[in-house]
């Protein structure tokens, strides 16, 4: 592995480090010498993290629903530490429900943390990435950011516009230097299916058998995934450090057979009525 590593020491920005991916990250990059500043929405916790750090951290209060508390994370970020090289948009959570049953203001709040939260954070962090030319923007999306499940709906579609934000960023920053990646776990052991995620519980009887039943296995399989967050969180310190990162990176098992059983399915759909719309276009 390490042949196409660069060894050295990365200053990280990450929010949600209270728990999951956040904090195994947090937790490791530490470990392994790197410098963090790391989100929190308690102050609390903030000082818990600078205490456990010392020298090479510094915990932070920003809810990434506050643009002002966003930006000033971000400034006192870059004084404590000097420079960010890599920023990590972990914040985030599940909202689940029938699309139908889901009330506008959850959909709003999803949209708010898992859309505007990251868009906050890099409007925050790209003019100093820039000014560098250098960096590497790490979105934590989903397998459900590439492929849907019943009941998951809202939470797919938040996860698919921050899918296309992480695209389209990477070819508006490489020729800068800076490099994109959006992860996509399937099931790991957080508290995504657990005490992080809202359940809209289907009461229109026609759902209970797709919505209701994915949403019984999501809550029943919760703490058993199959995904280990500590295996992931290293894979995501190595990610950082290869020379040609991907854009796309499916963790865990499950995320990888998703993504390619996606892709192939899409595939195999356009080229079955690619006439339809070949056709579509005035002719030559």
Do not use: C
Not at 158 to 179: D, N, R, Y
Request: charged share 20%; glycine share 10%; net charge negative.
């Amino acid at each position: 592995m390490l042949n196409f590593l660069i060894i050295m020491t990365k200053h990280w920005f990450i929010t949600g480090v209270s728990t999951g991916f956040g904090k195994h990250l947090a937790e490791l990059a530490l470990a392994q010498g790197d410098k963090v500043a790391a989100t929190f929405r308690h102050q609390q916790q903030a000082d818990e993290f600078t205490s456990q750090a010392g020298e090479n951290g510094i915990g932070l209060v920003a809810d990434v629903v506050d643009e002002a508390a966003v930006q000033q994370a971000v400034a006192a970020a870059i004084k404590a530490l000097g420079h960010l090289d890599v920023v990590v948009n972990n914040a985030g959570y599940g909202s689940l429900g029938p699309i139908e049953e889901v009330p506008d203001e959850e959909v709003q709040r999803q949209f708010d943390v898992n859309v505007f939260g990251p868009l906050r954070v890099l409007r925050a962090v790209l003019p100093h990435l820039r000014e560098r030319r250098s960096g590497h923007v790490i979105n934590i999306t989903s397998i459900g950011g590439l492929k849907t499940f019943p009941g998951v709906g809202i939470y797919n579609a938040s996860k698919f516009a921050l899918e296309g934000i992480g695209e389209s960023l990477a070819q508006q920053v490489g020729p800068l230097g800076i490099k994109v990646t959006n992860v996509e776990p399937s099931g790991f052991r957080t508290d995504w299916a657990g005490r992080s995620a809202t359940f809209i519980e289907p009461k229109i009887a026609d759902y209970k058998a797709t919505a209701g039943q994915n949403m019984a296995n999501i809550q029943g399989y919760s703490g058993q995934q199959p995904g280990d967050p500590a295996r992931a969180a290293q894979a995501m310190f190595d990610l950082v450090r290869m020379d040609n990162p991907p854009l796309h990176l499916p963790l865990g098992k499950a995320a990888v057979k998703g993504a390619l059983d996606k892709f192939t399915e899409i595939k195999q759909e356009v080229e079955q009525y690619a006439h339809i719309g070949n056709g579509a276009d005035f002719p030559n």
